[in-house]
């Protein structure tokens, strides 16, 4: 433990019992778990008057996106993305006709909205709004929703896995006995084409070639390993949560993978505990990640006119934190409601020309008064 420089009017407690008058800000390396200063402001380091320049939190309403079209590679847009990661959107309507292999990296996709069949080499899965599903990098997959399903997709260039729980133990935010995996005991439902045969399109270096089989490629009778398609639901994470005193963002990770985490907010009671303790997120500058956030259902009381369906990006070198109203509300509340996935990057994240058409203008003034 490094043992931290004291100077000025300060809380002994992180987070809990601010100097009257101050607001703070924790600055930070690596995340939340590298060296600190806890900076006791006058102000809100939030509180500016204007922006010049490209440098600025961001909000974008990805319900204008809408369908993009019945082919699930067509339906992806892309979002945000650098050399580690891909963050898209899609909405599918209908089954695939083909079958899909991503080449170039693990997936995970977040159901939004709708429900439907995934099959997989592995055997087919249900799936439903909340569920994550892991797909290894390889894998051959195929949609189909039973109702208009939207989802959100991480493309991860390396191994997507479950976090270390650490000194919470194994079986702390979720128990891995909740994990669902497949198993081939029903057929898959894909039907050959008019020439008689059975598409595969593999994605790799983003060029995309077809494959074509005289038979079902989900073939497959039987399977064992360690490696597999994994699916959770939000609502088996159990979020690790104190009385007294508010957790960094890092508390709610689900998946890691180079340079990047997915995290989950999940409805939790807040800290009622200690009558000095923030409620809200402190403020802090992005120093070495960027954060995204996409709004998935409940009410979220940090942030004003943000509505499910809703993204938020907060860059490097800029700071963000709760708006003014989020601390009026709670002081009343006593537990949050709020379903959120969070992509956090080490690399900055760069928009891709579809992400553009949904901003939201001037959302960097909601901070004001």
């Known amino acids: 433990m490094d043992i931290p420089y004291v100077r000025g009017r300060v809380a002994q407690q992180a987070h809990v019992g601010l100097p009257e008058g101050t607001v703070e800000e924790e600055f930070a390396r690596n995340g939340f778990f590298g060296r600190y200063a806890h900076l006791y402001r006058r102000h809100a380091p939030v ?149 008689g045969e059975f598409e595969l399109r593999v994605r790799r270096l983003g060029a995309v070639t077809r494959v074509f089989y005289p038979f079902n490629p989900h073939d497959v009778v039987g399977w064992k390993g360690t490696l597999a398609v994994q699916k959770l639901n939000v609502r088996d994470i159990r979020p690790v949560t104190s009385d007294r005193y508010h957790l960094p963002p890092s508390a709610h990770t689900t998946f890691v993978m180079r340079n990047a985490v997915v995290c989950t907010f999940a409805p939790r009671p807040l800290e009622n505990g200690d009558p000095a303790a923030l409620k809200v997120p402190f403020y802090h500058a992005n120093i070495d990640f960027d954060e995204v956030l996409f709004y998935h259902s409940g009410e979220f009381f940090s942030r004003a006119g943000i509505a499910p369906g809703m993204l938020t990006f907060h860059p490097q070198g800029i700071h963000h934190g709760p708006q003014a109203r989020a601390f009026e509300r709670a002081a009343k509340a006593t537990r949050t409601e709020e379903v959120a996935v969070m992509l956090d990057t080490r690399n900055p994240l760069v928009a891709c020309g579809p992400l553009g058409t949904t901003e939201v203008p001037d959302y960097w003034r909601s901070w004001q008064p």
């Open 47 to 195: 509180g500016w008057t204007r922006i010049e320049g490209p440098l600025k939190p961001r909000a974008y309403d990805l319900r204008q996106l809408g369908p993009r079209g019945d082919d699930w590679l067509d339906a992806r847009a892309p979002l945000l993305e650098n050399a580690d990661v891909r963050l898209c959107h899609a909405t599918l309507r209908r089954p695939m006709p083909y079958l899909f292999r991503n080449a170039d990296g693990d997936e995970v996709l977040f159901v939004h909205a709708g429900a439907g069949r995934l099959e997989t080499d592995f055997g087919p899965l249900p799936y439903e709004a909340g569920d994550y599903v892991c797909l290894p990098r390889g894998t051959a997959y195929r949609l189909a929703p039973t109702s208009p399903s939207t989802f959100l997709v991480v493309e991860a260039f390396s191994e997507v896995s479950f976090p270390d729980r650490g000194m919470l133990g194994q079986h702390a935010l979720f128990d891995p006995a909740v994990i669902q995996v497949p198993s081939p005991d029903e057929p898959s439902s894909l039907i050959a084409d008019a020439q």
